[in-house]
């Protein structure tokens, strides 16, 4: 059973019927397959993990067995027939379909379908009006983004499992993300293996999210004005804390933590969408353990987002500003080897790199107008040889 990262969950069915992935957000709903129905609504629940529930509808053979590959074993099919031919080549969780009903091999009901196509059809299935275990709503009419946001909304703190029906990959990360946490699952309807690969590399990215990356104290050798060069400004379309920044450097081997500018200055009100990140030549870190060049951002790329601690999320580019400006070189070593990294930053109050821990003044961050040679900052170490922004293992030197 794989994990990933994302916002939100429900256990949809017992373990032989359910493929999940596990997903952090503060709510955990449970329900279980073999028991009654049970009323939508119940206690609040817990605030921990939770997971993310996938079913796979199609004719596919080809799709079957990149889903299988994938970790999703739970399929739903119209014909029995065409269930039990692909029970006997590969393991699966087949559930079937009678009218708006679901049943599992036993021939137990595990699920009703809904249809929805307009607020009237969304009210009879409100948590207060329907006793059933498990839900999938299959949206008519190119209800989409509004309806999921509602689902969500009704359905919060109850327990039972809520599924989507999605014709492709895209309208999936809609219901997956509505309202930050998402429906319980969704119900994959395609023909398309391309669909089952792009939703698993959305689940793997997500996944990244959740993970920790190793930052390590370099101390400051130099600190030296340059002159002018284009510097590049990354606007996130997602808001940064104290503590937050890219990770950026002139070498791949060794990126600085460089702050966002969400903390105040006497000069310039806070921007905390924004990281003044350095020269169009300096690699960024971005999903995939990969680097891209700060000139080739643009609207819509992904890049991570890392903390003080080492904690890491996606965020989507929504503009990218290059302007000529005065820039500082800044070098530091590494304190537990020979390496020194280097990074060019704007000579500006509001551009700062992050220390290893807070000061005794309380600050996450130091301005590269402070910065002064002996200082510690965190650098991310790496494979230094790449190609087209992938680790490679090659001999190279950069310097």
Not at 47 to 75: H, L, P, Y
Not at 106 to 117: D, L, R, T, Y
Not at 123 to 138: M, Y
Not at 331 to 346: P, R
């Amino acid at each position: 059973m794989a994990a990933v990262s994302s916002w939100g969950f429900a256990r949809a069915l017992a373990s032989s019927h359910a493929s999940c992935f596990i997903l952090p957000h503060p709510r955990t709903a449970l329900a279980s397959a073999c028991s009654h129905s049970i009323k939508m609504c119940a206690s609040p629940a817990s605030t921990s993990e939770a997971k993310k529930t996938i079913w796979v509808w199609t004719t596919n053979r080809q799709v079957m067995t990149a889903a299988v590959e994938r970790g999703w074993s739970t399929f739903l099919f119209g014909s029995k027939d065409l269930g039990k031919d692909w029970s006997s080549t590969a393991r699966i969780n087949p559930l079937f379909i009678d009218g708006l009903e679901i049943f599992d091999e036993e021939k137990q009901k595990v699920a009703v379908i809904s249809e929805v196509s307009s607020p009237r059809e969304l009210e009879l299935i409100q948590p207060d009006n329907v006793e059933v275990q498990n839900i999938v709503i299959d949206f008519r009419g190119g209800w989409q983004v509004i309806p999921a946001e509602n689902i969500v909304a009704a359905f919060q703190g109850c327990r039972g499992t809520v599924l989507a029906v999605s014709t492709n990959a895209t309208e999936a990360q809609v219901f997956l993300e509505a309202l930050e946490q998402g429906l319980d699952g969704v119900v994959l309807k395609v023909e398309d293996m391309d669909d089952i690969i792009k939703l698993k590399d959305y689940f793997d990215r997500r996944n990244e999210a959740k993970s920790q990356l190793l930052l390590t104290k370099a101390t400051v050798s130099k600190v030296e004005v340059v002159g002018m060069g284009d510097r590049v400004c990354v606007d996130l379309c997602s808001m940064m804390r104290p503590g937050e920044g890219l990770l950026v450097g002139s070498y791949a081997r060794g990126m600085f933590l460089v702050h966002s500018e969400c903390l105040e200055t006497n000069y310039i009100a806070s921007r905390p969408f924004r990281v003044n990140a350095g020269p169009v030549h300096a690699y960024v870190a971005v999903p995939g353990g990969r680097t891209s060049y700060l000139s080739e951002l643009q609207s819509g790329r992904e890049v991570i987002v890392v903390d003080q601690n080492g904690l890491w999320r996606t965020a989507i580019v929504g503009r990218v500003k290059i302007e000529s400006r005065p820039l500082i070189l800044v070098e530091a070593k590494d304190n537990c080897g020979a390496d020194t990294y280097s990074i060019f930053l704007q000579n500006a109050e509001t551009v700062a790199l992050v220390p290893p821990e807070k000061g005794s003044n309380g600050r996450t961050a130091i301005p590269v107008t402070s910065l002064k040679v002996g200082d510690e900052v965190l650098v991310r170490k790496q494979g230094g040889a790449r190609h087209t922004g992938i680790e490679i293992q090659e001999f190279i030197v950069e310097k």
